[in-house]
């Protein structure tokens, strides 16, 4: 499974106090702006004109891909980061491990060594022969997405398998399909590898036998059965995202996603549902993929509503003709960079307001509910398009 993201826009859905939306803004000559009064106008910013002003409006900006370069990552790490530790690097890949893996090695361990469990030894060699597997699935995503276009950040072995992270996905939507399509691919290769040298060397492949069958059996199910998983249309699932990628074709990156995250949702509560009465795991993992659906559903949606968006669009502008400077201590955005750059030192500022410069010369300020205005604004203005 793959999940994209930008972690400046995390960084900003997570910390965001409720207090900073209705904080006011500081008003010209307070101590909280770096210069005096006689250099600012006392005017309150109108969201839905800059909307219709600039010349990419939202209708342009929802429906582009993702090809913004994303420059240096200025934010700090995820909470997942916080909660795994390296395992090396595959292919330029790092592989990580989150610390409620461990729960899954207990498991397995208590499986192994319990009554009619195939011993310690067994069990662990299972499970990491398991997990290589997933290992193999998850690197089929990340060295097809890479040479598409895709940033890999890493990937995350969890309780109930691995996820790719990336910073972005490839652009054209026939690249994020490919870069989808590869890991399933990858799995069903190694399972009919596996079938294929069962068959040559006499080790029957029937009856299915994942806990105590041979090693190339249980190879050989365990990777088709993860292929077949992973190819169910739910969102962020390898399925998902071909379907996103097949409907953005035709309906644009925004609606493509908002309906295959809906497909998924709608998927992880069967998933739910089935596994009340068969198996615990199925629940687990229904419910992972319904809050991924819908975590990757904002990210993607808030993306594409800042993308091209700099921080001279949403600032707060100066009186014309004023020169004075900024001390050197003031941290400052530049007015020509991109507002999802800043995000991170934005909403660290005192109450949310940073100055903006232009060349050294001051232009502006802009605060943290400038951005939630016009984040609102478009989803607004998306409703009304769909209304």
């Known amino acids: 499974m793959t999940v994209a993201g930008d972690r400046r826009l995390d960084y900003l859905l997570v910390t965001l106090d409720p207090d900073v939306r209705s904080s006011p803004r500081p008003r010209p000559g307070s101590a909280d702006l770096p210069w005096p009064e006689s250099c ?14 600039l010349p990419d409006g939202p209708a342009e900006v929802h429906d582009r891909g993702m090809t913004r370069d994303p420059g240096p990552d200025r934010s700090p790490p995820s ?3 916080h909660w795994s530790f390296p395992l090396g690097r595959v292919l330029g890949v790092e592989i990580r491990v989150h610390a409620s893996f461990f729960l899954l090695v207990a498991l397995f361990a208590f499986a192994s060594t319990g009554p009619g469990g195939a011993g310690l030894l067994s069990g662990m060699s299972w ?14 995503h990340c060295v097809v997405g890479q040479a598409r276009g895709a940033v890999v950040r890493d990937i995350v072995l969890l309780p109930i398998g691995g996820m790719s992270r ?18 399933p691919l990858a799995s069903v290769l190694l399972g009919v590898g596996a079938a294929m040298v069962a068959v040559a060397v006499g080790v029957a492949l029937l009856p299915i036998d994942l806990a105590t069958g041979s090693l190339l059996a249980r190879l050989c199910w365990v990777n088709l059965m993860l292929a077949a998983f992973n190819l169910l249309p739910a969102f962020p699932l390898d399925g998902g995202r071909m379907l996103r990628a097949l409907l953005e074709r035709r309906h644009g990156k925004a609606v493509a996603t908002r309906r295959a995250a809906s497909v998924g949702r709608v998927v992880a509560v069967a998933m739910i549902a089935t596994g009340c009465f068969f198996d615990v795991w199925l629940v687990i993992i229904g419910a992972f993929v319904y809050f991924a659906a819908t975590a990757e559903e904002r990210s993607t ?4 509503r800042l993308r091209g968006v700099h921080v001279r669009d949403l600032m707060h502008a100066p009186v014309a003709g004023t020169t004075t400077g900024v001390p050197s201590a003031t941290i ?8 999802e750059d800043d995000l991170p030192a934005l909403v660290r500022a005192p109450r949310g307001v940073l100055a903006v410069v232009d060349h050294a010369v001051p232009v502006g300020e802009i605060r943290v509910v400038d951005v939630v205005d016009w984040l609102r604004a478009c989803a607004d203005a998306e409703d009304g398009r769909a209304a």
């Open 166 to 183: 990336l910073e972005r996905l490839p652009a054209r939507p026939e690249d994020e399909f490919a870069m989808a399509a590869a890991g």
């Open 40 to 53: 600012w106008r006392s005017t309150d910013s109108d969201v839905l004109k800059r909307l219709s002003a």
């Open 301 to 304: 949606l808030q993306h594409l």
């Open 332 to 339: 400052v955005l530049d007015a020509d960079d991109e507002v």
């Open 79 to 81: 909470g997942s980061s």
């Open 127 to 140: 499970l990491v022969v398991l997990f290589a597997c997933v290992v193999v699935h998850e690197l089929a």
